[in-house]
């Protein structure tokens, strides 16, 4: 997978979004075919919820006005008349956002949700689906520093 490519030749943008007020982190991946915003979030809790929505609508929001003035949709050849997620809606509207379930989580009060975050983009980029099982953070933790002392004596 390539980081600067342009949009219109992907299917899925991964986003990695810090929801402030929380301290948080969660994935967000946009995905153009089902013109939705699939929300990877490693915390469950009372009120956690409406605030990640809120910071999620923002971008919901903003996404479509870009690719609108990007001319993504022509680019993409993405017909808002007779594609099957675009033709109720118009070029302008918000992206649906959809939090996904049965997903791992961090511990509460645990600051884990970076290493999360980064698993979840991982795991969808090589096209595997996130498995709420066996999740060792501090064994990723160990395995990512291993992957970036690697890079940073190659490079």
Same mark, same amino acid.
């Given at each position: 997978m390539?980081?600067?490519?342009?949009? =219109?030749?992907?299917?899925?943008?991964?986003?990695?979004?810090?929801?402030?007020?929380k301290y948080h982190w969660v994935l967000a991946v946009l995905s153009f075919l089902e013109r939705c915003i699939f929300l990877y979030d490693s915390y469950e809790s009372s009120g956690h919820y409406?605030?990640?929505?809120?910071?999620?609508e923002k971008i919901a929001k903003i996404i479509?006005?870009?690719l609108q003035?990007?001319?993504?949709?022509?680019?993409?050849?993405?017909? =808002?008349?007779? =594609?099957?997620?675009y033709k109720d809606k118009e070029s302008s509207d918000m992206?649906?956002?959809l939090f996904q379930d049965d997903l791992p989580q961090q511990p !509460?009060?645990?600051?884990?949700?970076?290493?999360?975050?980064?698993?979840y983009a991982e795991c969808l980029s090589y096209g595997h689906k996130v498995?709420?099982?066996?999740?060792?953070?501090?064994?990723? !933790?160990?395995?990512?520093?291993a992957l970036w002392w690697d890079y940073g004596i190659r490079k």
């Open positions: 390539h980081a600067a490519v342009p949009w =219109h030749t992907v299917e899925d943008i991964f986003i990695s979004v810090n929801i402030k007020e409406a605030t990640v929505l809120a910071e999620m479509p006005l870009c003035a990007c001319d993504f949709y022509v680019k993409k050849g993405i017909d =808002h008349q007779s =594609h099957p997620s992206f649906d956002v !509460c009060g645990s600051l884990d949700c970076g290493v999360f975050m980064v698993m498995i709420a099982s066996e999740f060792d953070p501090n064994a990723l !933790c160990t395995r990512y520093a």
